[in-house]
């Protein structure tokens, strides 16, 4: 489970912020929701197929359901740039 200062942290933004997104109901309140981290390996433009078999594996492979909360991706040192075949970016999904 990730923390509201961590993901604010890792998102870049407050957690007075994130907070306030809870409020207008951006995503819902409580915020106690598990993510699962996969890992997009490759240039930005074939993200779509990372995205693609993760929700196509989500349930039939991890037994996972997707739940309501915040979808984000991890840029870190492991991202090279947007075309290098070798940048990795971590991709959290909410799951039950």
């Given amino acids: 489970m990730i923390l509201i200062g961590e993901l604010a942290r890792l998102l870049g933004v407050t957690s007075r912020t994130l907070r306030h997104y809870e409020q ?3 995503f819902p309140r409580g915020g106690r929701h ?6 997009h390996l490759g240039p930005v433009s074939t993200a779509v197929d990372t995205y693609r078999q ?5 349930e039939p492979v991890w037994q996972l359901r997707h739940s309501l909360g915040p979808q984000f991706e991890l840029h870190d040192e492991r991202f090279k740039g947007p075309l290098d075949p070798a940048s990795e970016v971590d991709i959290h ?4």
Wanted: glycine share 0%.
């Fill in 24 to 26: 207008i109901d951006l």
């Fill in 34 to 39: 598990s993510t699962r981290a996969f890992t």
């Fill in 54 to 58: 993760i929700w196509e594996s989500l």
């Fill in 93 to 96: 999904i909410p799951v039950l």
